[in-house]
């Protein structure tokens, strides 16, 4: 092959492009759905039911700039739409239950399952966008991209 055709090793994943230390991706998301600080791990990362605390109170780590928004509730959805879906099925399929028991027995699971797992997938989110540097957390301030002119 000549030596004009030297290509580059491309590697992926982890912050070599960047020179910023890898932060470790599963320890932070699992601290935030332990409701802990991603950094840490000893401070409390909520300060209400799913409202954060501006800053972790034992590292000082800043989480005011995270931006969960609405993911955390589409994946509870997913997470809770499966569960409660393969459930009702498999009972569907082995018993005869009424439309009312039905009712009353998958309504309030359904209730029960995302507000139980709200709180996890929040912190869980909260979590990998520390571990990743996005939005804010890796010591730049977010710009909001202007609409291309055509």
Known sequence: MPSELKMNQQVFGGEHHS???ARPLWTAM??????RCPHCGEGKLF?????????????GE???HH???DLP???????????????F????ATSTLSTWQHIAIWV?????????????????????QWAFYMHGFGGEEDLIESHPEA
């Open 19 to 21: 020179g910023r230390v």
């Open 30 to 35: 699992k601290r935030g759905a332990l409701g």
């Open 47 to 59: 300060r209400a039911f799913v409202k954060t605390v501006d800053k972790c109170d034992r590292c």
């Open 62 to 64: 800043e989480l005011h």
């Open 67 to 69: 931006r969960a928004d």
């Open 73 to 87: 509730a589409y994946l509870v959805v997913v997470i809770v739409g499966h569960i409660v879906l393969g459930a």
């Open 89 to 92: 099925m498999g009972v569907e």
């Open 108 to 128: 309030p699971l359904t209730i029960l399952m995302a507000v139980v797992l709200l709180q996890p997938v929040k912190g869980a989110v909260i979590g990998l």
